[in-house]
């Protein structure tokens, strides 16, 4: 690829060959093909086998051990509280969170919290998280890393939405290999009681919206992580929602081959440490 003169858009410089521009260029929705799109799209609303594929859309490990979780409980503290205490913390102080815990956390984040039926296909039963993906197709997956939960040895899980519980890939984790992911944090692998990592199964949506559906992938995740911060805020625990990871080396970790299945975004999540300057702003803001 050759450079380009930049040129002014909104007078600020902007290069043509950036790749951000050539990703933002290449996803936008034009009206030019829109008879193209709506026709695609409306085969998931009418299309059997389209509709059985959204209805198949998280992965399940048939052969994985169960961990399974204790019944999630309400939250109880008010919405607007929970937002004003989230924020991102540095620094967490090294304790284990509970099971009971993790359980709220993945439960009232990522879960399939309501189901109902096709209209044009009565049997097929569709599955809904409270969180918005495009389509209704979910391609995130969620992995939880647990490195400090009670009871339990450091392992690497996959969590199941609809059946609300971790399917274990691999005990006796080393931590060596997750440093290898998170070079500029390591320290923090000392501190946290989960790392949650978010793939994104991008044929779930591409198949159905072209590239723009990569946009939405990504959209998703975020909106997934926010679920987290702020129910981790909640729970009286703390977050760092962090984009600094080694792509290929998560990947690596978590088994995925890193094109049709790929680490988008992870999470830290454990007790706040009381030295943490953003833990005490956190503080002041309720």
């Known amino acids: 690829?050759?450079?380009?003169?930049?040129?002014?858009?909104?007078?600020?410089?902007?290069?043509?060959?950036?790749?951000?521009?050539?990703?933002?260029?290449?996803?936008?929705?034009?009206?030019?093909?829109?008879?193209?799109?709506?026709?695609?799209?409306?085969?998931?609303?009418?299309?059997?086998?389209?509709?059985?594929?959204?209805?198949?859309?998280?992965?399940?490990?048939?052969?994985?051990?169960?961990?399974a979780l204790p019944s999630a409980e309400p939250l109880e503290m008010a919405t607007s509280t929970a937002?004003?205490?989230?924020?991102?913390?540095?620094?967490?102080?090294?304790?284990?969170?509970?099971?009971?815990?993790?359980?709220?956390?993945?439960?009232?984040?990522?879960?399939?919290?309501?189901?109902?039926?096709?209209?044009?296909?009565r049997d097929v039963e569709l599955h809904f998280r409270n969180y918005p993906s495009g389509g209704g197709l979910y391609p995130i997956e969620v992995y939880p890393v647990l490195l400090r939960v009670e009871g339990q040895q450091p392992m690497i899980t996959h969590y199941d939405p609809l059946n609300h519980r971790l399917d274990i890939l691999q005990r006796d984790i080393s931590l060596d290999a997750l440093h290898s992911a998170f070079a500029e944090v390591g320290e923090l692998l000392a501190q946290a009681a989960v790392v949650v990592f978010m793939t994104s199964v991008f044929a779930r949506s591409t198949v159905k919206y072209n590239d723009r559906g990569y946009r939405l992938c990504l959209l998703e995740a975020g909106h997934l992580a926010q679920n987290l911060c702020i129910t981790t805020a909640a729970s009286g625990l703390s977050s760092l929602v962090h984009a600094g990871y080694d792509d290929d080396a998560a990947a690596r970790w978590l088994d995925c081959d890193g094109v049709n299945e790929a680490v988008v975004h992870s999470v830290f999540i454990g007790h706040p440490h009381a030295d943490d300057p953003w833990f005490a702003s956190r503080n002041e803001a309720v």
């Not at 989230?86 to 956390?105: P, W």
């Open 1 to 67: 690829m050759t450079s380009s003169t930049p040129v002014l858009v909104n007078s600020q410089p902007t290069d043509p060959d950036r790749l951000y521009e050539i990703f933002h260029e290449n996803t936008k929705h034009r009206w030019s093909q829109d008879l193209e799109n709506r026709l695609r799209i409306g085969s998931y609303l009418i299309e059997e086998r389209s509709i059985r594929e959204t209805a198949n859309n998280y992965k399940v490990y048939q052969l994985a051990e169960r961990l």
């Open 83 to 121: 937002l004003a205490r989230r924020v991102s913390s540095r620094q967490f102080n090294g304790q284990s969170i509970t099971l009971n815990e993790l359980s709220n956390l993945l439960y009232h984040g990522a879960a399939c919290t309501r189901q109902g039926l096709s209209a044009s296909h």
